[in-house]
């Protein structure tokens, strides 16, 4: 996305522009497709594109239609008990305050990162904070939280072209 944004706004600004991409496909880690079952599939993982900022909500609609999407993310529990992530109220009507880092936080660096939590930037935990209400959507303040109608590969097609 931000390859595909600079090259755009340079073109729109007379330079030339010659892309090359390492991937076979446009939209690098956005990249997406329909499988034969007709589903939408995001190769890399799914990719939400959320924002508050007007100037950016501008530019991008000009390359696409949207969906609304509001991001929820639920946590199973050893005990099969669904809560919502990042932990609310709710999640801590199940797991006590200071067991959160060890039930979320600590296998999930380990799953996603491979290393342990003390490895990575204190940062990184802070992408999940622990709300003191019960907001379950993973990115309340954002205005702009929406799918490109016909997926990322197309919206990226769209701005190059």
Known sequence: ???ATIA???AENGYEILIIDKK???A???YDFISNDGIRVHKYGP???HTSNQLVINW???YSDWVDYEHKVVAKLFDGKIVPFPPNTTTLKSVSHGDLIDTF???YSEKMWGKSLEELNPKIINRAPIRSDDEDRYFPKDKFQKLPHEGYTKLVENILT
Do not use: D
């Open 60 to 62: 991008i609609k000009k």
């Open 47 to 49: 990719h939400i594109f």
């Open 28 to 30: 690098g880690h956005c």
């Open 8 to 10: 755009r706004e340079l």
């Open 24 to 26: 076979q496909h446009v």
């Open 1 to 3: 996305m931000s390859g």
């Open 105 to 107: 936080y600590r296998p």
